[in-house]
């Protein structure tokens, strides 16, 4: 069993940055592929970033040149820093763990869910 607790969202004006982590509980955080969505109102969930235990990053086309995604085992913290914002990114965003040793873009494929951050980006 996995808990997850994301913070750092909040407004920001286009062009700004945020840094969103997740800290997860339990011994064994360090052996799943973390991932961060993101939903809009009206929308669906979409994926943003995935990180495997072994240390592979997936990132969306739409983030690729201003999202990163990195990890600390140490402190069980999945980390998603956010450069360039744009009112598109506007979303809440979730944090999200998998058994799976490589990093999916699948939602379906991900076990366990926090409760998710509002990320807010103004024009």
């Known amino acids: 069993q996995v808990q997850l607790v994301e913070s750092g969202g909040g407004l920001v004006q286009a062009g700004g940055s945020l840094r969103l982590s997740c800290a997860a509980s339990?011994?064994?955080?360090?052996?799943?592929?973390m991932g961060w969505f993101r939903q809009a109102p009206g929308k669906e969930r979409e994926f943003v970033a995935a990180?495997?235990?072994?240390?592979?990053?997936y990132l969306a086309d739409s983030v690729k040149d201003r999202f990163t995604i990195s990890r600390d085992n140490a402190k069980n913290t999945v980390y998603l820093q956010m450069n360039s914002l744009k009112p598109q990114d506007t979303a809440v965003y979730y944090c999200?763990?998998?058994?799976?040793?490589?990093?999916?873009?699948?939602?379906?494929?991900?076990?366990?869910w926090g409760p998710g951050t509002q990320v807010t980006v103004s024009s």
């Open positions: 999200a763990a998998s058994s799976l040793m490589g990093p999916t873009t699948r939602p379906s494929m991900y076990q366990y």
């Open positions: 990180i495997s235990r072994s240390g592979s990053i």
């Open positions: 339990g011994r064994t955080f360090s052996t799943y592929t």
